[in-house]
C-alpha cells in the first residue's frame, strides 16, 4: 500500500489501544512507545483490503507488507502530534460545542440526537468531544504550521478551475431567510453567542424561522420573516454570496460573526445555475487545491522532524 495514502489515513483518524504491560514493544519515539497492541488495532482497519486476496502466501506477504508500513505511520502519528503539543494551542470548550452543532447541522439532527445516536453504538460522548478537541488542534496547528508551507501558484488555481469548473457552480438569483442579531436582541442574562448557538439549534429542530427572526433580528428584512424574496446574486457582496451557495436548499447555518451581529441564515432558493467566474472563486479554489497538497506537505514536514528525533524500531 503506498505510504502517502497510509499517512493521509492516519492524520485524520487516531487509533489508540490501551497497551498491557506484557505488550510486545515494537518501536520507540523519543520517550515513547509503540507496541503490538498498537499495531495489531491499526492492521485491523485494513483487513477487509486483505479479504480478497486468495492466495494464503499473498495475503501473508500483504499482511508483512502492511504491518511494516503501519509501524512507520504510527511512527510519524507520534511525531506530528508531539510537534502539535509543542505549540500549545488551546481549543475553548465553545469551540467544541460549535464543532458538534456544525456535525449535528449536516446530519439533520441536534446535538441531543447525536448524543442518542452515539449512546445506540455504545460510543462515550464525552471520549468523542475530546477526540473532536484533538481534531481542532489539529486544524489549528495545520492553519498555523503547515498551510503557510504550501506554494501555489496563480498558473496552479487556473488550472485546477478550468478542470473542476462543475465544482464553481453560481446562480443569477438566491432567496433565502435570514437573522441578524445585535446585542439589542439579548435578553439580560444571555451573551450573544450564546443566544446564536441556542436559536441555531432550535431551529434546526423545527423551531418556526419567520416568527424567530420577527422576534430577534434586527436585519433589514425582519419584518418579513427575514425573507429576502429572490435576489440578484451580482447586488449582493461576493464573500455572502459563497457562503450562502455552501448551503443546500432547507439549510440552516451555523452562526456567522460579523462587525455588525451575528447572522443565521436558511438558504429557501436558487435560480439560474451558471460558472462563477474565476476571480469570485480564486480563494475558494485555493483552498481546494491547498486540501489536496496537505498530506504531500505533512509528509514532508514529518520526514525533517524524523531526522532530529530518536526513532527505534524493534
Not at 469570485?280 to 525533517?304: F, G, M
Request: hydrophobic share 40%; glycine share 4%; aromatic share 8%.
Amino acid at each position: 500500500m503506498n505510504i502517502k495514502i497510509l499517512l493521509s489515513f492516519f492524520l485524520f483518524y487516531s487509533f489508540s489501544a490501551q497497551a498491557e504491560m506484557v505488550d510486545k514493544i515494537v518501536a520507540r519515539v523519543n520517550d515513547e512507545v509503540i507496541t503490538q497492541s498498537d499495531v495489531n488495532e491499526a492492521l485491523k482497519n485494513l483487513e477487509q483490503s486483505l479479504s480478497v486476496i486468495k492466495d494464503p502466501a499473498e495475503k501473508s506477504r500483504k499482511r508483512s507488507a502492511f504491518k511494516k508500513d503501519v509501524v512507520n505511520a504510527l511512527i510519524n502519528e507520534k511525531i506530528l502530534v508531539s510537534a502539535i503539543d509543542k505549540e500549545n494551542i488551546e481549543i475553548s470548550d465553545d469551540s467544541v460545542d460549535r464543532a458538534l452543532s456544525t456535525l449535528a447541522g449536516r446530519h439533520q439532527t441536534t446535538i441531543d440526537g447525536l448524543k442518542a445516536r452515539m449512546a445506540e453504538q455504545g460510543v462515550s460522548f464525552d471520549d468523542y468531544r475530546k477526540q473532536l478537541a484533538r481534531e481542532l488542534k489539529k486544524e489549528e496547528f495545520f492553519k498555523k504550521v503547515i498551510y503557510p508551507r504550501i506554494r501555489i501558484a496563480d498558473f496552479d488555481l487556473e488550472d485546477y478551475y478550468k478542470k473542476h469548473a462543475s465544482e464553481f457552480i453560481g446562480y443569477d438569483q438566491i432567496r433565502f431567510l435570514e437573522i441578524l442579531l445585535t446585542n439589542e436582541s439579548v435578553a439580560q442574562g444571555e451573551t450573544l453567542d450564546a443566544l446564536a448557538n441556542r436559536l441555531v439549534t432550535e431551529l434546526r429542530r423545527g423551531r418556526n424561522f419567520p416568527e424567530t427572526a420577527k422576534k430577534y433580528s434586527r436585519g433589514p428584512f425582519a419584518s418579513q420573516g427575514g425573507d429576502s424574496g429572490l435576489i440578484s446574486t451580482s447586488e449582493m457582496r461576493p464573500d455572502l454570496v459563497g457562503f450562502l451557495l455552501n448551503l443546500s436548499p432547507g439549510e440552516i447555518s451555523d452562526p456567522v460573526t460579523t462587525p455588525g451581529g451575528v447572522l443565521i441564515f436558511k438558504l429557501l432558493d436558487r435560480k439560474n445555475p451558471r460558472p462563477r467566474p474565476f476571480n469570485d472563486v480564486k480563494e475558494l479554489v485555493r483552498q481546494k487545491l491547498a486540501s489536496d497538497k496537505v498530506v504531500e506537505e505533512v509528509e514532508n514536514y514529518v520526514r525533517e522532524l524524523r531526522q532530529t528525533t530518536f526513532v527505534e524500531i524493534k
